[in-house]
């Protein structure tokens, strides 16, 4: 492979400024782990051929070499480390774009993590900011590229010294793919050695499926990476490092897992999967908008799509590899989503995950960081209401009003009082709101447990699952029939002068709730908002109200406790007639506050309050 640059005219180009702040961070803080180069540089080689297979099922012009392979070379007296591969290639424009520009903006966000980071973890947050390539730069001081993009004749070639410009020059390569060539710095001479290059590659690249060969000077080539994914092994032959390593690798965290599940299956479909349940949240995560599961599908080792969606969208915070052998290398897109090997895979994968995390809830420790982190998005498999919905369900932990850190639904069924028919819950925002909420007042009275869920998925999926162990479950905002059985019959009857304020009260509310009536479920507090009658539980407006404001809500039901002083001395006041309503506005204000929301004038209920307090 040669450049040819004599009759081609050089273009200089500027580095964009990110870039070269980029470089400078990646040279610089990464300094003591350089060898991670190598890493960065066959992985981009692995990618691009995995790329190429992937281009060639629809364009034939890109199909790959009988024997694609990563080679590396190194030239001693020339101090020269090439890496070079049968990949896709790339164009001029695709070398400007990648090799000139971020494509993943963040070098702030990046800077931020470097500098929080762990020594030992900075290393793996190069992958994830994608910014590998620079990396280079770290042993090199001058990079050349040269790139055919493959179902073309063009080659280019990229030169660097890594300090704000590059130039770009036409040349000539063989056939299609690219080369990189270091041109190694004068402290970095241990990687003109074969043996330090083959060792940093078992380490860091020894499950690329894609063989990698090694050469120096006259030297025979040797096969540095052993060809066998790590998956392909068992797990006894497998070091934790590597399946750390592999793990970071694949999920771009840089963590380690939280638990590991390497499954050969066997029978009549033949699969082998590695999957992890990782140990954090990805910092992309909240960007990540997509609520698919990632996890890779090969096909007799090779890559070919992490679109397959290999299991359901409520288990996709499991990360990992599906390789099986019973499709064919050119699966097409279509096939993918029809064929009933993967339909079945797809199955037994999910069932093993459920029973691995069924063992994993042994471990309670362990089975609460994976709760805190994941809980939120195993629960949006209820809303499925599918068949593992009874399986979610024993999965799931709660906080409850009575018992200490979590608790699980058999548990509660386990605790439930004679004649308490319903597993009742209230939703809100947060354990801390809803553990003091008078909502729970009545119930905690009668000595009834009340769960309180606190993800935004909790509001809605109990009306879609219905029932736990044939119990119902009920929103406490939904119980007022509920909890005057379990007081038993002592029924309230309102005297003339309560049931005037009332109708004070639902006169000057009367566009803001359906009802106001007193209730026997509070103790301390005045006032509180129950559901409407056959209405959708308070948290479920709520959440639906915060995502579009213009959602028309069903009007709560105000409740009062006719034997607290304020509410008796209102009673007194509209007897005699006086105005009550900046109380009953302030009534129904305190209610939404206790509730988690907002006054619905938040500046009015402000001054209301001080007119009150200054007792004018
Ligand atoms: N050997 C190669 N063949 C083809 N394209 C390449 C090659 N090396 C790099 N590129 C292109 O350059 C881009 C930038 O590479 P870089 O390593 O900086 O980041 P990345 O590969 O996108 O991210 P990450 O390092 O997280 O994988 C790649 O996305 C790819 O498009």
């Given amino acids: 492979m040669t450049t040819d640059t004599s009759n081609h005219k050089e273009e200089q180009h500027q580095f964009s400024a990110e870039v070269e702040r980029l470089m400078d961070l ?15 540089l066959i992985a981009n080689s692995a ?88 990396s280079a ?56 050695e074969s043996m330090r290059l083959e060792n940093i590659i078992r380490k860091w690249a020894d499950h ?77 995560a909240p960007v990540d908008q997509e609520r698919k599961s990632k996890v890779r599908l090969h096909v007799r080792r090779m890559f070919i799509t992490d679109e397959a969606e290999m299991l359901p ?12 052998e019973d499709l064919p290398l050119n699966v097409s897109r279509e096939m993918l989503q029809n064929t009933p090997v993967l339909a079945r895979i797809r199955k037994a994968l999910t069932n093993r995950v459920i029973s691995e995390l069924q063992k994993l809830s042994e471990d309670k420790e362990k089975y609460g960081t994976f709760w805190n982190l994941f809980g939120a998005i195993l629960k949006e498999g209820l809303w499925e209401n599918g068949e593992h ?27 439930m009082k004679d004649g308490q028919e319903a597993i009742y819950f209230l939703a809100g925002d947060s354990k801390e709101i809803l553990s003091s909420s008078p909502q729970l007042e009545g119930f905690k009275a009668q000595g009834i447990e009340v769960l309180l869920f606190t993800d935004a998925v909790d509001a809605f999926w109990p009306d879609r699952v219905g029932k736990f162990s044939d119990k119902p479950l009920r929103s406490i905002t939904q119980a007022k029939e509920d909890l005057e059985k379990l007081m038993g019959d002592v029924e309230y009857v309102n005297n003339e002068e309560e049931e ?8 000057v509310l009367t566009d803001k709730v359906s009802e106001v009536r007193t209730t026997q479920r509070l103790v301390d507090s005045p006032v509180i908002l129950a559901a409407s009658a056959g209405g ?77 307090l200054t007792g004018k």
């Fill in 26 to 40: 990646v040279v610089h803080a990464l300094y003591s782990e350089r060898e991670i180069f190598l890493r960065e």
């Fill in 47 to 134: 990618d691009a051929t995995d790329r190429r297979r992937f281009e060639a099922l629809t364009n034939e012009a890109c199909a790959l070499p009988a024997t694609p392979q990563l080679r590396i070379n190194i030239d001693k007296d020339a101090r020269l480390l090439t890496i070079s591969d049968d990949g896709i290639g790339m164009s001029k424009e695709e070398i400007m774009q990648n090799l000139g520009t971020i494509a993943r903006s963040g070098t702030r966000a990046f800077e931020k993590e470097l500098k929080d980071a762990k020594p030992e973890d900075r290393p793996n947050l190069i992958g994830q900011f994608g910014v590998g390539f620079y």
């Fill in 137 to 192: 730069f770290m042993v090199a001081d001058k990079v050349e590229v040269i790139s055919r993009r493959a179902g073309t004749d063009e080659a280019w070639s990229w030169v660097s010294e890594g300090k704000g410009q590059y130039t770009l020059t036409q040349a000539t390569r063989d056939t299609a793919g690219t080369t990189i060539i270091l041109h190694i710095k004068s402290d970095a001479d241990e990687y003109l």
């Fill in 208 to 284: 690329i499926a894609w063989p990698i060969v090694i050469k120096q000077g006259e030297e025979e080539e040797r096969n540095a990476n052993e060809g066998t994914a790590l998956w392909r092994k068992p797990r006894s032959e497998i070091t934790d490092e590597q399946m750390d390593d592999f793990y970071r690798h694949i999920t771009h965290l840089f963590d380690k897992p939280l638990a590991t599940l390497l499954w050969h299956a066997e029978g009549v479909f033949e699969f082998t999967s590695l999957l992890f349940i990782p140990g954090m949240i990805s910092p992309f």
């Fill in 313 to 324: 969208a409520w288990l996709r915070f499991i990360q990992g590899i599906v390789d099986t």
């Fill in 389 to 415: 919905s009874e399986s979610i369900l024993k999965l799931s932990r709660f906080y409850s009003s009575t018992e200490e850190g979590l608790t699980t639904l058999p548990d509660y069924v386990s605790r």
């Fill in 500 to 507: 005037n304020l009332l109708k004070s009260l639902k006169e």
């Fill in 536 to 612: 959708p539980d308070l948290q479920m407006q709520r959440l639906m109200r915060r995502n579009d404001k213009t959602m028309p809500s069903a009007s709560p039901v105000l409740e009062l406790n006719p034997n607290h002083p304020w509410i008796k001395s209102l009673v007194l006041k509209a007897k005699d007639g006086k105005d009550i309503s900046e109380e009953a506005s302030i009534l129904l204000d305190l209610a939404r506050v206790q509730d988690g929301e907002m006054p619905i004038d938040p500046t009015l209920f402000a001054r209301r309050i001080a007119t009150v």
